[in-house]
């Protein structure tokens, strides 16, 4: 039997400069593990809880203390762990912390711990990552769905400093016919809607947001925006609708207070927000909305839900955590979950949240966070998940790109055997 013999952490940068961990878990016959952690900006309520230093050291944001704790009482917690068995490793590191929000240790402590053992035991059973967690964790027969990509190409609300209420601005090839082709597509639009923005609104259109997307410069309104994206779909060579489509993710806590949202130089209610967006999706090719709502307001999701033929993406509603997402699973208050490993902080919890949404027949978007590092676990967990969606920025930017090639190099790895959803992006995980 294989075990986890030493679990060494340090503090590293993440894409916005911030301090974050990297854990290195090395097992018994020398195998190695290493994760490193994301970070979010717009973070929902309800996410388990990041643990930051305080005082003056990186304004704050620290890491040095859950640093400790990985190389403290977590590792005590998982020594002599098979982590082949990723559930047993995360049933320690749970008992380690049962605090509310794994705010005792911090969740991103935890997760470092979580993700680096389960990359470890593939590299110990010679897997790539995806197939350990297909067959080992998740008991699935070896059969795989590539994502496709929602990239998000125009970044506003928290990861831009711009006029757009709304977050992010995603282009979807669904009309590719593999993921080498998709991403193609995505290179092709982001970099004529660059050019074009810079033609029409000078060099500053140039600059770019958290998430590699443009930062917008110029842009007045949401449909301003999706106008650029529509001009630029068509200028690169593909249809609108047929080729890409769109979608958002509002992020609407973020222009959200006492009820009121605004947007757009306009104050609306919940009702007139939902008008809105139903007014978008008769204009525009849109067919996915994330958070429309704020992050409490399940009966709005759910009404929502009733009128719209669009996809419903809850983020900061369900934040990955199975007891919320079961309650937005009974109320029907989406049709899709949006999953971030580190809102949860353990590996298996994630992929049972991922797994109470499927069993309600939704979809499952895996996720990156606005602060990335070059690790790449989250494309090998949306091909093990079989989820057909994936949402991890535009184009550009190395703490983006890296997971679009991690997504190439698998489909390298499985020879090209592996469908691609294409339209079908919400539902095709059904048949795998
Ligand atoms: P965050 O944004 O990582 O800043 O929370 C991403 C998202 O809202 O989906
Ligand atoms: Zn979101």
Redesign the pocket.
């Known amino acids: 039997m294989v075990t986890i013999e030493k679990v060494h952490a340090i503090e590293i940068l993440d894409s916005r400069g911030n301090p974050t961990l990297m854990t290195r878990v090395t097992l018994s016959d020398g195998s190695v593990g290493v994760a490193k952690v994301p970070s979010?900006?717009?973070?929902g309520v309800n996410e388990a809880v990041e643990l930051r230093d305080g005082g003056s050291r990186y304004g704050g944001k620290g890491v040095l203390k859950a640093v400790k704790n990985v190389n403290t009482a977590l590792f005590e917690a998982v020594r002599g762990i098979d982590p082949t068995d990723l559930r047993a490793v995360d049933r320690a590191l749970l008992a380690a912390d049962p605090s509310k929000g794994k705010g005792r240790l911090g969740a991103n402590a935890i997760l470092s711990v979580s993700m680096a053992a389960a990359v470890a035991a593939a590299t110990h059973l010679g897997l790539p990552l995806f197939e350990y967690l297909r067959t080992s964790v998740l008991d699935k027969p070896a059969k795989y769905l590539q994502p496709v990509p929602m990239s998000n190409v125009i970044n506003g609300g928290?990861?831009a400093g711009n006029d757009l209420a709304i977050?992010?601005f995603m282009i979807l090839p669904v009309g590719a016919s593999d993921i080498r082709e998709a991403i193609r597509c995505l290179s092709e639009v982001y970099h004529v809607l660059g050019k074009n923005m810079i033609e029409k609104y000078g060099r500053m259109a140039k600059h770019v947001g958290?998430e590699g997307g443009y930062c917008g410069f110029g842009l007045r309104s949401t449909r301003d925006a999706l106008d650029e994206i529509v001009r630029a779909i068509s200028d690169a060579g593909y249809s609108p609708g047929d080729d890409v489509v769109l979608g958002i993710?509002a992020?609407a806590s973020g222009f959200h207070k006492n009820g009121t949202y605004t947007i757009d130089g306009q104050e609306m209610s919940a009702g007139e927000l939902l008008d809105f967006y139903i007014d978008l999706e008769k204009t525009y090719p849109l067919k996915t909305v994330?958070?429309p709502f704020d992050e409490t307001a399940f009966d709005d999701f759910a009404e929502y839900v009733r009128k719209t033929k669009v996809q419903v993406v809850t983020?900061?509603l369900t934040v990955s955590n199975p007891d919320i997402v079961r309650r937005a699973v009974e109320m029907v208050a989406g049709t899709a979950l949006?999953l971030?490993v580190n809102q949860i902080g353990t590996v298996t919890e994630a992929i049972d949240a991922a797994g109470i949404a499927n069993a309600a027949e939704w979809g499952v978007v895996v996720?990156?966070?606005?602060?990335e590092t070059g690790d790449t676990f989250i494309a090998d967990l949306a091909v093990a998940l079989g989820c057909g969606q994936i949402?991890t920025g535009a184009p550009a930017r190395s703490d983006r790109v890296e997971k679009y090639n991690r997504l190439l190099e698998i489909y390298d790895i499985l020879s090209g055997d592996c469908g691609y959803p294409g339209h079908d992006f919400r539902t095709a995980w059904r048949n795998y």
């Open positions: 979010g900006a717009s973070t928290a990861h977050q992010e958290d993710d992020a994330e958070d983020d900061d949006l971030k996720s990156h966070r606005s602060g949402k």
